[in-house]
């Protein structure tokens, strides 16, 4: 949990986690995909779910378009596109396992948590899932 200590704030905080072609259910530590620092790691996923790429000056094509189609960026769902981001992550998940592994994900998805501040319990209280079939 970040920001420990400061029982006034509430925070969102993530895991991810993989289902295996063998049928577990496996959680995943994206700094092992990404090489990246811990927080840069969960930055990005904060931003994929506050839709930040929608908000900059100059868009990806593929953002503008998405935008135009659905009538701006304040009709975007949360996390419009975490889909790519899990698409991305269980790509590399799979990349370093045999073809033929057990172990390989089918699907990868994000479940998103509540932490509602006020003392240190209550801490999962489940908000939202993202999942991508790979």
């Not at 905080?13 to 496996?26: D, F, K």
């Not at 799979?94 to 319990?121: C, F, H, Q, V």
Request: glycine share 8%.
């Amino acid at each position: 949990m970040m920001a420990g200590g400061n029982l006034d704030t509430s925070r969102n905080y993530c895991i991810l986690r993989g289902e295996t072609v063998a049928g577990q259910s496996i959680d995943i530590r994206p700094i092992e995909l990404t090489n990246a620092m811990y927080g840069r790691t969960w930055s990005m996923v904060n931003a994929t779910v506050a839709n930040q790429s929608f908000k900059l000056n100059s868009l990806h094509p593929a953002n503008a378009s998405l935008l135009q189609e659905i009538g701006g960026v304040e009709k975007l769902p949360a996390g419009a596109r975490m889909p790519d981001l899990l698409g991305a992550w269980g790509k590399l998940y799979n990349s370093k396992l045999e073809a033929s592994s057990p172990n390989r994900l089918k699907a990868i998805r994000i479940d998103m948590y509540s932490w509602t501040s006020g003392s240190y319990s209550d801490y999962q209280t489940f908000v939202q899932t993202w999942r991508r079939e790979l």
